[in-house]
């Protein structure tokens, strides 16, 4: 392949055999200031030479659902039981086990950070045999954690999913968080104890509305709905115009059709929006949430309306875009690898090059590597903005014509 593949595995091998550790008072191993014989601790192996294949997958399967943790499956070659957990004269000896620490770039662009669930094992008589990691990024870890009761103060999104990740009982990296304040002033609502974390994080963007997850580089991420891309250099084009693509998948129907929204606030009031005409072409679709935690009423009445214009009407959807990675140039390949959750892009598509061509302009809410030894694609699974909230002078939602709605 005509790219550059670097798969890491986080191992501590400080007491393991011949290693390349510093050791006290060791003539070789205890020199000072040497840059061969290092301290011990979590340091990271480079495993790329025994890869076979491996794919990733990351994202939400629809718009209006929340992320999940992100997964990988790396199938390696294991014909000398490095990967075996009970061979004890293999080099990972007694780090074969859940929750080690890996790392996927392609081209020195970093695609997948997580850490390893399983550790799957095949072995054939006839000598062939694999390991297969099985992977999850860290909101696996929120998923499976519970909070401690707490009372909270008025906050902004960010500023409270920031509290939750300090919290004793989760204890996320200060310096792996990228999280935006948001718009939407939160109640001082009360945690029960054992409330799970993820989905109280998920419960506080959905408030704003923005959204939550890990991205590529292992950082929590909370995008509010201000911080939305504002131009994209992504094009995908089946004219020759922008990035080919092998292959498209269109929705129109009722998939993500609501035509009555019943929002309720913790503690608080419901509120309703709905759409009359849209009811009546298609009958009654409700969508609903519970327990969101905005402060202020009028929040929750400006959501309902937004929502209520947005999914009130089918509509012609890019669903599913998938590109052959290893057949592109250096330059467009790097947009791609860099690419990540809630980025914009623009498709152009013709079917069968009959008539005029069809323009959106799409939100990626999926990404999907899966590579052999020889092919690369990548899918990215695509949700709409062509209903979104309007902004002065922005090249994509200060369009009034594309059906853009006053944002709050």
Known sequence: ?????????????????????????????????????????????????????????????????????????ITLNNEDRRYDPLYADGPYFGQIIPRRAIRI????????????????????????????????????????????????????????????????????????????????????????????ALSYIQQVAQSEPGFFFVNREGFAEFVGRYRRPTDTDITFADDGTGIPYKSLEVLYGSELLYNAITLSQKGGATVQASDLESQDQYGILTYSVTDLLMENQSDAVNLSTFLAAKYSQPEYRFDKLTVQLDKLDSADKTKLLQADLGDAVFVKFTP????????????????????????????????????SPWRLSDIIFGRLSAGNSLAY
């Open 105 to 196: 770039s392609v081209n020195n662009e970093r695609i997948y950070t997580g850490s390893v669930d399983d550790w799957d094992l095949s072995y054939d008589v006839s000598g062939r045999s694999q390991a297969m990691a099985v992977c999850s990024d860290n909101i696996y870890l929120l998923a499976n954690q519970s909070l401690g009761s707490a009372t909270n103060t008025l906050q902004l999104p960010g500023q409270r999913i920031n509290t939750v990740l300090n919290k004793t009982e989760v204890n996320w990296p200060p310096d792996i968080r990228n999280l935006d304040n948001g718009q939407t002033q939160l109640q001082d609502d009360v945690i029960d104890a054992g409330t799970n």
């Open 352 to 387: 069968n090059g009959v008539g005029s061509p069809i323009e959106r302009t799409a939100e990626i809410i999926r990404i999907g590597h899966s590579v052999t030894p020889d092919s690369h694609q990548i899918t990215f699974g695509l949700g709409s903005l062509e209903v």
């Open 1 to 73: 392949m005509n790219q550059n593949y670097t798969v890491e595995l986080g191992f501590d091998l400080t007491n393991a055999e011949n290693t390349l550790f510093f050791e006290l008072n060791d003539a070789t191993k205890g020199v000072l200031d040497n840059t061969t014989y290092v301290l011990g601790g979590l340091l990271f192996f480079d495993v790329t030479d025994d890869i076979v294949s491996f794919n990733i997958g990351r994202g939400k399967n629809r718009q209006l659902d929340r992320y999940s943790a992100g997964n990988a499956s």
